[in-house]
């Protein structure tokens, strides 16, 4: 086995790359040639390698007939109960313990108390004895004076008192204006039929007594309209309606209006 010596390759020639001088070719040259005389001497102090070859025993092959494959019979059997994985109920005899025997009760010696005798009550005292009191003798009694009856006096004359005024009779309702009292609920007179149709139109004015409660006591005409159709609607209208009640110095009072309904057609 030799060993070559190693192969410079030049590189690329690069832009600017000078020259070996004279002495680093020399250099070079050196080195090349004590490679070549090192690995010389390297190869002769190589042993040669002896290569045995032994003997080989002949091999024998054999043919052999393959084995059948076994049969396996298989069986179609029930599947096996299914196991009750539940334990089995504990036994009660060797849990639960008997319940202790009734033990009597404990006895404790009752401790004695002395106790001191009860206090005598002192004996009653005795009351003094009752000084038996003497009855007085009685003075005798006067005897009555007879008076002479005197003379009954007249009796005074009862002079007659002044009788007592009879009670004042209210005072008969006045008459005012219906716009002093206003509405509660106005009037709202329904327009007759019959008297639409003939045309007939008018002014009815009803008279009426307003109580203390603003209600229409009496109802009356005053003035016609002209035709009764309408004045009986005007008087209908009114007892419909309320008034609110008259108060005078704090007090509500029954009073008279005129209120006048107006029939018109459109």
Known sequence: MSSSPPVVEPGPPGPSREPLSTAARRGILVLVIF???GGGWALTQVEPVKLVVGDIAPMEVRMVPAEEPAQVEIEDSEPPPPVDLK??????????????PDL???EFPLAKIDLPPPDEPPPPEMP???????????PPEPKPVQRKPQPARPAAPVEPGPQQAAPAAPAAPRTVQASQLGWL?????AYPARSRRAGEQGTATVRVLVDVTGRPAQVSLASSSGHADLDQAALSAVRAAQFRPYVERGMAQAVWVHVP????LQ
């Open 35 to 37: 490679f070549h005389v």
């Open 87 to 100: 334990p089995p109920p504990p036994d009660l005899a060797t849990i639960v313990d008997p319940p202790p």
């Open 104 to 106: 009597p009760p404990p």
């Open 128 to 138: 003094p004895p009752e000084k038996k009191v003497e009855p007085k003798p009685k």
């Open 185 to 189: 609920v106005q009037p709202n007179p």
């Open 261 to 264: 309904i107006k029939f018109v």
